[in-house]
């Protein structure tokens, strides 16, 4: 993720939940990541990110607002 983010402090990485698609992790920063682990679960997260905002004000809980997008690279390949 260093390679993909260097803004990001990884060095205090820890891992919150493991899923089929996804692996969430928060930095020592305290800002939580969503790494898609296929390719399939990264299009979801692009579709979640375009279609939740519009969802938002309809919604009875907070919605995540993401604050930054890594797309494909060696680093992070989803």
Same mark, same amino acid.
């Given at each position: 993720?260093?390679?993909?983010?260097?803004?990001?402090?990884?060095?205090?990485?820890?891992?919150?939940?493991?899923?089929?698609?996804?692996?969430? &992790?928060?930095?020592?920063?305290?800002?939580?990541?969503?790494i898609?682990?296929?390719?399939?679960a990264?299009?979801g997260?692009?579709?979640? &990110?375009?279609?939740?905002?519009?969802? &938002?004000?309809?919604?009875? /809980?907070?919605? @995540?607002? @993401?604050?930054?997008?890594?797309?494909? /690279?060696?680093?992070? @390949?989803?």
């Amino acid at each position: 993720m260093r390679a993909a983010r260097p803004s990001v402090d990884v060095t205090e990485l820890r891992i919150i939940d493991v899923g089929f698609g996804s692996t969430v &992790a928060e930095t020592g920063d305290g800002i939580i990541v969503r790494i898609a682990r296929t390719a399939a679960a990264a299009r979801g997260h692009a579709i979640e &990110a375009e279609v939740l905002p519009a969802l &938002a004000p309809q919604l009875p /809980c907070a919605v @995540p607002v @993401p604050s930054w997008y890594c797309g494909p /690279c060696a680093a992070l @390949p989803f």
